[in-house]
């Protein structure tokens, strides 16, 4: 299976996307993904060699096609946007309106032949752009959105040329209906188009960094120093770049010279800018405060930090929730059912009233007009692009919607001790050894060197070796500590009390080192509280949330910890498999979120309810995450449980007031209560209500 990516254009609504999703499902193509707020596409295909024949489908169905990585601009012709066929059929529906209002009579915009020829413009630009999208959505058995306009617009065009060929008078005269309802759906789609753009705010602020001008450094043939102004989409990994004062990071790099303050809001959400020195990490897009600094490109182009993010959240978007399968269900038959209401409509009208058929048939229209499946359909997306945007703007990065959605019901937060409640750095304190001092210290170093545990880091940092030993063999044994055979076939262990021998009592101390299973040291730690961790706890205790500290670490620490955070439950001494068997055993029990940072939570944070993990974790924690909280440690995991939450509810608000909509509108349409013009209108302005109720979420308090 190959996977591709395109991005569709031409899309006017969410029942555009359900029958692009629907047309290549039907070809039996795999993981298909479609955006419909930004038009990306993705999907996997057995054979390359079928895409031309994909690409063709799409376009039959009235779409288009860029293979590219940006979406083309929209053509600037005289039509080439829904606001400007909006302006350009305006005049005309105006005119045509006049003679309805009260002391506007005028006699020759009473003639048919007039009306007709004022209309005939508004009606070909109609049928040029809802028209030709309904009949190729027909042609394919997919009916769209579109559909249901030309049918209402065909109807009263025909039957007002029918009563002025016939001379039936003005009772048969609709011309005005007809300029109406294709002037108002292309306001409708403005007025949406607009609405949804405005959801992307804090993505494409995001995306915007992506694009600068880098000061990229050669040299001569003299060596000498040169510097070159080039667009940052050139740089590759190991190009040498002089970023200034004031500056944007054009890529991700390392500092070589020089030392400054990097502005990471952007990336992290923190507003605070970070100083940072040589062999540091500066994120591409983030803003040089104060200093210049000579850096060398460790990731450029699609390999960034950011463009990682900006990938996963487009991904998540294009999956869809369990909160949006009924509304796709609905969706996909609601055409065909909204004809058949229509023409019952009609019927029932026409039979069961004794209205004429004028009137019959306007009312049809009316239900044909205020049917709107794109409101069900942008019901899920237009709150998951404002959630995750926002989300993203103050670092949390959500991997999936659903995620969203397992907030709604997290009753339980397990938290990891060290590194994810505690900062992960580590002082030491007091060590003992049986050797040399300088001699332990050298195979201390040597062997903590290749650890990945916060507290064999600490110890490495701060008893650097300019010789360490070469080891014949080294390995981690997770949740016990690093095993190493010197060229003599000694073998060393430093690690947890797990390692010594059963006959030895005392297991106080944080790390033991042995020689061929003898004790020859020991030495303590202190970690420090994250300081954010207190008030995080007292946060979800008001909420009712049970809190659990899950641990490898002794059960006094533990405790220590947990009774000066006010923690519920304590779980101590456990290894990576004990800590999944217990988090799949608490999952099963009630919702359970995990949150976690190094290696060793990795199988817990898959096994849980919602796993968490914390910006410093390491990259197979953050793999198996699906939530990522960016910066502060724990200090936005309120945020992201209060997003989660609200952005859930607010999808669950969108769906109720768009079936609720369709619910109430058709029957008054049918009734004859809306003409068809204001049918027209207030179905475009149900996919502005929807975003607008959407896009309170940026600005909403939520935790």
Request: hydrophobic share 45%; charged share 20%; proline share 4%.
């Amino acid at each position: 299976m190959e996977k591709v990516n395109w991005k569709v254009e031409g899309m006017t609504c969410s029942n555009c996307a359900l029958t692009i999703s629907r047309y290549l499902e039907n070809r039996n193509l795999k993981e298909v993904k479609l955006n419909v707020i930004t038009g990306a596409l993705s999907f996997e295909i057995p054979d390359r060699q079928s895409l031309p024949e994909v690409k063709s489908g799409i376009q039959a169905l009235g779409y288009q096609i860029n293979e590219g990585n940006e979406t083309k601009a929209a053509p600037v012709g005289l039509l080439g946007n829904n606001q400007r066929r909006f302006l350009f059929t305006l005049p005309f529906t105006l005119l045509l309106s006049l003679h309805m209002l009260p002391g506007m009579h005028f006699h020759w915009l009473m003639q048919p032949l007039i009306q007709m020829l004022i209309c005939l413009p508004v009606f070909l630009i109609g049928l040029y752009f809802f028209g030709r999208s309904a009949w190729k959505s027909i042609r394919n058995g997919m009916p769209n959105m579109n559909t249901l306009i030309s049918i209402g617009a065909i109807a009263s065009f025909t039957y007002s040329l029918a009563g002025m060929l016939l001379d039936l008078g003005a009772d048969y005269l609709f011309f005005e209906t007809t300029a109406a309802i294709i002037n108002l759906v292309f306001l409708g789609n403005y007025l949406e188009e607009a609405a949804v753009s405005s959801t992307q705010t804090a993505l494409k602020k995001l995306a915007g960094t992506q694009k600068v001008m880098a000061n990229m450094i050669a040299f001569d043939g003299d060596h000498k120093e040169q510097i070159f102004t080039i667009d940052n989409s050139q740089l590759k990994g190991g190009d040498l770049v002089l970023i200034r004062e004031g500056e944007k990071v054009p890529a991700d790099c390392k500092i070589l010279w020089g030392s400054c303050a990097a502005n990471e809001s952007i990336i992290t959400g923190e507003s605070l800018p970070v100083d940072k020195h040589p062999k540091d990490k500066l994120i591409g897009g983030s803003i040089l405060s104060q200093g210049t600094v000579k850096a060398q490109v460790t990731a450029a182009g699609e390999q960034t930090i950011l463009s990682g993010i900006l990938q996963m959240i487009s991904k998540a978007q294009s999956e869809k929730p369990p909160v949006q399968k009924m509304a796709d269900r609905i969706s996909a038959i609601f055409v065909p059912v909204v004809i058949l209401l229509a023409i019952s409509a009609f019927l029932l009208n026409l039979f069961g009233f004794d209205l004429d058929a004028g009137a019959s048939i306007m009312r049809a229209v009316a239900v044909l007009v205020i049917a709107c499946p794109c409101a069900m359909g942008l019901a899920t997306p237009a709150g998951i692009a404002v959630g995750m945007g926002r989300a993203a703007r103050n670092g949390i990065l959500f991997r999936k919607p659903s995620a969203l959605e397992s907030f709604q019901k997290i009753s339980r937060v397990v938290f990891d001790k060290t590194g994810t409640l505690t900062t992960g750095k580590f002082n030491i304190t007091s060590f003992h050894s049986d050797i040399r001092e300088e001699d332990f210290k050298r195979i201390v170093f040597s062997l903590e060197k290749y650890s990945g545990h916060p507290l064999g880091k600490s110890i490495a940092g701060e008893w650097t070796s300019k010789e360490p030993i070469r080891w014949k063999s080294v390995s981690e044994k997770k949740g016990i500590g690093i095993i190493a055979e010197d060229s003599e076939g000694n073998l060393f262990m430093a690690g947890s009390s797990k390692i010594l021998d059963a006959s030895i009592s005392e297991r106080l101390h944080n790390v033991y080192i042995t020689k061929n299973g003898v004790l020859i040291g020991w030495i303590d730690l202190e970690d420090e509280i994250r300081p954010e961790a207190g008030s995080v706890i007292q946060w979800l205790k008001k909420r009712k949330i049970t809190t659990v500290m899950l641990s490898g670490d002794k059960l006094e620490k533990c405790e220590a910890v947990a009774k000066r955070l006010g923690i519920d439950e304590v779980i101590a001494e456990q290894l990576p498999e004990e800590k999944m068997q217990k988090i799949r055993l608490m999952a099963s029990e009630a919702p359970t979120a995990m949150v976690g940072d190094g290696i060793n939570d990795a199988p817990a944070l898959a096994q849980s309810t919602l796993g968490i993990s914390i910006s410093e974790a390491s990259d197979i924690a953050v793999q198996h995450a699906d939530v990522i909280l960016m910066s502060g440690g724990l200090r936005n995991l309120p945020m992201a449980m209060g997003l989660g939450r609200h952005t859930y509810l607010t999808i669950r608000q969108n769906l109720f007031w768009a079936f609720f909509y369709n619910i109430i509108a058709i029957p008054v349409a049918a009734m004859g209560l809306l003409t068809p013009g204001l049918a027209a209108l207030a179905m475009g302005f149900s996919d502005v209500i929807l975003a607008a109720n959407s896009i309170r979420l940026f600005v909403k308090k939520v935790a």
